[in-house]
């Protein structure tokens, strides 16, 4: 007996469900300002990846009393998995400033982390190790801006040294987003699964003119993807 193809694309979407969590994990979002000697490093830390950070047991639900209480903690934790060096010598770290963000059912908190170099920044490498002890496949999703240019970077546990100059060549920064761009695809499970349940949709429903209408599917999925995710960057739109 042959199963309707939608019953076929469910069963795929339900197999790849639990991998799709994968690409949810443990991220923390980076981003680093520099200006002189002075950088700023502010962290997006989610609630649930507070716990490690603050000493907490892991079944603990923390509040946001509790994460503005123990922010010093917290950014004793940051500052001693990062560092930061400029051309030279080691940057200080110094003060720190804390906030709470609410986001759709949870809520993350605001780490601002101030540091000061021995000398103006014009070529800065950053170690970060946040969270890896905890969930290996943690993400710190970081935006570097150095003398006005932005460069994007994914520390992961193999990966946790990146090195930015003021002013990155074309092709640095062309290989930079398509290393990227090759990680969301290839680790977006979510995305292959619902990807390969509309690709037997439409090959049941268009077999002749079947390389036509999957071409059409995946460019019109790529570029409503892309406007969501641009949406997002500039505030307006929350996904």
Known sequence: MKLPVTAVALGIALL????????????????????????SIELQIEAIDLNEAMG?????????????AGASRIAA???SRLDLRDARASCIAGEHTARVQDRRD????ILRLAYACPHAVDALSLRYGLFFDVDPRHQ???????DGHSTQHVFRDGTR????????????????????????????????AFLVSLLLAV????????????????????????????????????V
Do not use: C, N
């Open 16 to 39: 790849f469900a639990p991998r799709a969590e994968a690409h949810q994990d443990s991220i923390t979002h980076v981003r680093v300002s520099v200006s002189g000697r002075e950088v």
């Open 203 to 238: 090959g049941h429903r268009a077999r002749k003119e079947s390389a036509r209408a999957v071409l059409a599917m995946v460019t019109s999925f790529t570029a409503a993807h892309s406007l969501t995710l641009i949406a997002a960057e500039i505030g307006r739109a929350h």
């Open 140 to 146: 710190g999703m970081a935006t570097i801006t150095l």
């Open 161 to 192: 040294d990146f090195r930015v100059d003021a002013r990155p060549s074309l092709r640095r920064q062309m290989l930079t987003y398509g290393s990227l761009g090759i990680d969301h695809i290839f680790l977006g499970y979510d995305h292959i």
């Open 56 to 68: 907490a047991a892991a079944s603990r639900e923390l509040s946001r009393a509790d994460a503005l």
């Open 77 to 79: 934790y940051a500052q």
């Open 106 to 109: 949870t809520w993350d908190l």
